[in-house]
């Protein structure tokens, strides 16, 4: 009877409609960020503030693959969809666990991953699951098999190019953007019809001549300008724009050979979902020479009659933009910033002359890896706050000439550790998108690659570099529970609800864990 | 793919896999030369890939930064051959926090060809005749147990004290410049201790005081810490392990518990020669 109900429940399909209206299915985890808002905000109030002390561990799912496991699952009518290491892919069961089907996509040896062999999840839409892979395949899945129902290379992934990020689906099309800002790519987001893998359009992040920004690149420089769009954007429907962040510009620590503001790197790119036609940008660091991607997710937020978009950069700063126009509205650092300070006309921070690499090195915060990075930040319209991963850790940055070789790691500088060997440590803060202020932090030991959840229990979700997956009070921060899981948090947390029980997941060391009430 | 299509792909790429080593164990590791030893443009772009993947630890030119050794010395602890090197950089160093190619997010996965490249740029900057240690490693020997009292704390192949970190491998994996800021200024760095593999920046030997429920007070260095806990030694070398919210109060200082050794207290031909003995037995 069980299995019949289940059987039924994974045939039901995940249209266009449910994924607008994903807020209303709380038990659903349907996109990457939760919903096509990015707030990854669960509605879920079962497991709160009064209960979570009793919060115990349900299942554990080990892909027994090595490596940083960065999926964030998603969920629909009981059945549980994630990637993993080296572009595993897998359904469970979400109540037990226990896997239904399991993928695992061929990889040639050469591949080029910049950053490990990660996945960070699915997307899906009708019956079937969506993939990137690191040699930059596309690949439809079909929800209920793992079989594959079209597998499409979207590019010569032996030019540096690969697929990290988890797709998103918008009306019939799968999206997503590149990887490679590591190796002098010419980034770019494509979408492919979802029913045939057939690419409908296709942006370059860096324009080609006679496009404008092009002359915002030195010579042939555009060519191998990097701008990759690693991290999943978001979607607004009553303007059918899509919100898609990019990140450095490449070489990603040498501005030498590419002066100019290197269009569109490092920007917010708000693009039109049926065409790809760039409607505005917002570049948050010009002429980036410290690997500062915008690739954080940025945040839809409406708030007494405005239809905002915020986004907690790499580069320190907090952006909150009119989604309309691409209007800057405010920027205030919710880190330790040194490279800035002072701000352009238009109200954005700019780079002082004291930030630039050297040859021999230069202390700047942030770091290499950012203030934040790609982990997910969270937004609780309740509280009013906007939670996000800070790390405070500041680099040592070179810079050296580098030629450029067709799939080769193309950095032009070294960096290092601090010599002041001040100890690295994270925090997650939150901030009050209207005044800009961190109204709180919570302090980790060591920065985390742990993203946020908040959820209608008055929770929040987030993990440590030491293993533990911890739920705090979303209005003060306050550290109610926390569990051991064993390994290092490289993702963002989620939550669903199967057969009126709610869940909370994460995925730690090489394996997914899902906890519950008792 | 069928899921059991998907698993039988599994298994045969295990069987391929274990074939390759199989293969790779056969052949005696000595045998292994690098291929593009006679490349002259090879160690040009090892230079590069030394930069984006190994500086952060190694320094700039690999001359070693306070958390990798110095890559120049002929003598590496764990092997000077090709084949060593080779294995190292693809599967890091285990008990070492030397992590395997591509897998800690510094730097990026490299090819075996780029992973070559790097083994002719060492080569290249590789000093040919060691200057020979200033010091006399005998004499320093004597020191070390002796008058400048670094057993009471330090133990050198199984023998010493446990209350700051265990030197017998320090002569290869710090450089003599750091090995002396380390006696002279022993705040500066502190010391690593225990590094878990999945953890990118490894426990500190951070000085720590607690006081107890009960009003004890213990201070100690730190061997492992997160949020909730503290494991420490005390300065009897008793591990001790606590929850922090049953602490009375916990305090963590970046002031070494190591006395300041300066040129009044151990003289530069002292030091020379602890030193001295610190690498002969790294050396080993």
């Not at chain 1, 500041?394 to 070294?414: K, L, N």
Request: proline share 5%.
């Amino acid at each position: 009877m069980i299995l019949c109900v289940l059987v039924g429940a994974a045939s039901a399909q995940v249209t266009f409609e449910r994924l607008l209206n994903a807020s209303k299915e709380p038990q659903n985890w349907l996109t990457y960020s939760g919903n096509y808002a990015g707030d990854r905000f669960s509605a879920l109030d079962q497991v709160n503030t009064a209960n979570v002390h009793s919060l115990v561990a349900k299942w554990v799912y080990q892909t027994a693959a090595t490596g940083k496991f960065e999926t964030t699952p998603l969920v629909v009518d009981g059945i549980l969809y994630a990637t993993g290491q080296d572009d595993r892919a897998f359904a469970l069961d979400a109540r037990t666990g226990r896997p239904i089907w399991m993928f695992q996509h061929p990889l040639p040896s050469d591949i080029r991953p910049c950053c490990g062999r990660v996945n960070r999840g699915l997307a899906i839409l009708g019956g079937k699951v969506f993939l990137g892979t690191l040699d930059a395949h596309v690949i439809a899945l079909d929800a209920k098999t793992g079989n594959i129902v079209w597998d499409v290379a979207a590019v010569d992934y032996k030019q540096g190019y690969s697929f990290t990020l988890a797709p998103l689906t918008v009306k019939n099309l799968v999206i997503l953007g590149v990887s490679g800002g590591e190796y002098g790519i010419r980034g770019f987001i494509d979408a492919y019809d979802a029913d045939t893998g057939q690419r409908k359009w296709r942006f370059y992040t860096v324009p080609g001549p006679g496009e404008p920004g092009h002359d915002t690149w030195e010579g042939d420089s555009w060519k191998i300008g990097g701008a990759p769009a690693w991290t999943t954007g978001v979607y607004d429907a009553p303007t059918n724009q899509l919100f898609w962040p990019t990140g450095n510009p490449s070489p990603s620590n040498r501005g030498e050979g590419r002066a100019g503001d290197n269009l569109y790197s490092n920007s917010l790119l708000a693009l039109d979902a049926d065409t790809g036609k760039l409607n505005w940008y917002f570049q948050f660091t010009k002429h980036d020479e410290h690997d500062w991607d915008a690739t954080q997710v940025p945040i839809m937020i409406d708030s007494g009659g405005k239809h905002l978009i915020a986004q907690a950069n790499r580069n320190g700063f907090f952006y909150v933009l009119d989604r309309a126009t691409g209007k800057l509205l405010s920027a205030n650092a919710y880190g330790r910033t040194t490279w800035s300070d002072n701000k352009d006309a238009d109200g954005r921070p700019a780079a002082n002359n004291q930030s630039s690499p050297t040859p021999e090195g230069r202390t700047v915060c942030p770091g290499a890896l950012g203030a934040t990075n790609w982990m997910s930040p969270s937004f609780d319209s309740r509280t009013g706050l906007f939670y996000v991963t800070a790390r405070e850790q500041c680099d040592i940055f070179s810079t050296a000439s580098q030629p450029y070789e067709v799939g080769h790691a193309y950095y032009g500088s070294a960096y290092f550790p601090s010599d002041k060997a001040e100890p690295y440590w994270g925090a997650l803060r939150a901030i009050d998108p209207a005044s800009a202020q961190v109204k709180w932090e919570f302090r980790h030991l060591s920065p985390t690659w742990s993203g946020v959840l908040s959820t209608a229990g008055g929770l929040l979700f987030t993990g440590d570099a030491e293993g533990n997956f911890i739920a705090l009070d979303a209005a003060s921060g306050k550290p109610l529970w926390h569990f051991q899981m064993g390994g290092a948090v490289y993702a963002s947390p989620m939550a669903f609800a199967v057969d009126g029980k709610q869940y909370v997941a994460i995925a730690a060391g090489s394996s997914l864990y899902a906890f519950g009430l008792p | 793919m069928r899921s059991g299509n998907a698993l039988r792909w599994a298994k045969l790429n295990y069987t391929v896999a274990m074939l390759v080593v199989f293969l790779a164990s056969s052949t005696r590791a000595e045998d292994v030369r690098n291929p593009l030893s006679a490349d002259p443009k090879a160690a040009k772009a090892g230079e590069f890939e030394f930069r984006i993947n190994c500086a952060f630890c190694h320094g700039l030119g690999a001359r070693g930064g306070g958390r990798g050794p110095d890559l120049t010395r002929a003598h590496k602890r764990h092997g000077d051959a090709d084949a060593d090197l080779f294995q190292n950089i693809s599967q890091g160093i285990p008990g070492t926090v030397m992590p395997a190619n591509g897998t800690n997010g510094q730097g990026v996965g490299m090819t075996d060809d780029e992973i070559w490249q790097i083994i002719a740029y060492l080569r290249s900057v590789q000093v040919k005749t060691p200057a020979k240690p200033a010091g006399n490693a005998a004499r320093g020997k004597e020191l070390f147990y002796g008058d400048a009292n670094c057993s009471t704390c330090h133990m050198v192949e199984g023998k010493g004290g446990r209350l700051g970190p265990d030197l017998t491998a320090v002569g290869t994996a710090r450089t003599v410049d750091a090995l002396v800021e380390s006696v002279r200024i022993p705040s500066k760095r502190l010391a690593w201790g225990l590094t878990e593999s999945t953890k990118e920046f490894a426990q500190e030997y951070q000085t720590v005081t607690v006081v107890t429920a009960g009003g004890e007070e213990i201070k100690g260095v730190t061997l492992n810490d997160d949020q909730f806990s503290l494991q420490m030694m005390d300065t009897t070398e008793q591990i001790r392990l606590f929850e922090k919210d049953k602490l009375r109060s916990i305090q963590k200082t970046r002031e070494s518990l190591m006395p300041i050794y300066n040129p009044t207290i151990l003289s530069d031909k002292d030091l020379n020669d602890i030193i001295a003995y610190l690498l002969s037995v790294g050396m080993k």
